[in-house]
């Protein structure tokens, strides 16, 4: 076959697939296998065809979810999540893949990709029935031992149904950041297939987070303490600053595994001793912030001593 008639067929099965994935981004868990799909399509076509026609494509796909969605169901609102998504994953990424870190990469296409969802009708669909869940779940089973006031049972379960509410915000950014992790390195792979020039992932040991996240974190910490005191633990004090903590907190986390990676680096330790320690961090983090807050003194005293203020020319190769 001729190979610009190869290409152009590539493109078309590639905006076809772009356009197919579209439709389920509403809906969890199949966020997780559109936003992928979409992301290794308009990558591609962003790579081989221009920036200008992957987001054609993207655009595309969400005048057809506004077009044909209300008779499969979906709310005609949620083309505009689906547009601004596949822009965040496709185009976009495809761009600031070539320019910034992987990881600085990822955490602003999650907060972009967060916002658009909180404010789209599949966010509030999946918030209420998260809600609907955390009722159901505190009022049956091992949260609803025989001889329990029913009554408390009931206030409790709305209490963590309210709990859900109140750092939604934050949950959405979890929700939207596991797809950018996943969508970024995607996109970056396609990119370094065709020969492009793409920034790869800094290893953990070396991988130290812009120092203006230690900003949302003070003001956090200060909207938390005002709300406490003045507003008695109630208002929109509390809620902005557990959300602005809640989402900063995976990148100190982050920060705080790159100083154990260094650690285990000197100690020369093996993958599967590095694995098993990486898992107890995460899990004692869980319970008690002390990975997030090892990774807030880094970014203060740079424990590892890693050069700051210095531009890092662009990278290729593996991610």
Request: net charge positive; hydrophobic share 55%; charged share 10%.
């Amino acid at each position: 076959m001729d190979p610009k008639a190869a290409d152009n067929l590539n493109l078309l099965r590639l905006g076809l697939a772009a356009l197919a994935a579209g439709f389920i981004l509403t809906s969890l868990p199949w966020i997780y296998v559109g936003l992928p799909v979409a992301a290794l399509a308009l990558g591609w076509i962003a790579y081989r065809n221009g920036w200008l026609a992957s987001s054609a494509v993207a655009l595309f796909a969400a005048v057809l979810v506004a077009a044909v969605g209300p008779r499969l169901g979906l709310d005609r609102m949620d083309a505009g999540f689906v547009g601004v998504a596949l822009l965040a994953v496709g185009p976009g990424t495809a761009m600031a893949i070539r320019r910034y870190s992987p990881g600085s990469v990822v955490f602003a296409v999650g907060l972009v990709l967060a916002a658009v969802f909180f404010v789209s009708p599949a966010g509030t669909n999946a918030l209420t029935g998260l809600m609907a869940d955390m009722r159901t779940v505190f009022s049956t089973g091992v949260f609803n031992p025989q001889g329990a006031d029913r009554q408390q049972i009931a206030q409790l379960s709305e209490q963590f149904a309210q709990y859900v509410a109140l750092v939604w915000p934050a949950i959405a950014f979890g929700l939207m950041g596991l797809c950018a992790l996943i969508t970024v390195p995607l996109v970056a792979i396609m990119g370094r297939r065709q020969g492009v020039e793409v920034r790869r992932f800094t290893p953990l040991a070396e991988m130290d987070a812009s120092f203006h996240l230690v900003w949302p974190t003070i003001a956090g910490l200060a909207l938390l303490a005002a709300g406490t005191y003045v507003a008695h633990g109630k208002g929109w004090m509390i809620a902005v600053g557990l959300n602005a903590l809640l989402i900063v907190r995976p990148a100190l986390v982050a920060q705080g595994l790159g100083d154990f990676a260094a650690l285990y680096r000197r100690l020369h330790l093996g993958r599967i001793a590095r694995g098993i320690g990486y898992t107890s961090l995460l899990l004692a983090e869980s319970i008690l912030p002390s990975t997030s807050v090892l990774g807030l003194v880094d970014l203060f005293f740079n424990l590892r001593r890693l050069p700051r203020g210095e531009p890092t020319p662009p990278a290729t190769g593996d991610i």
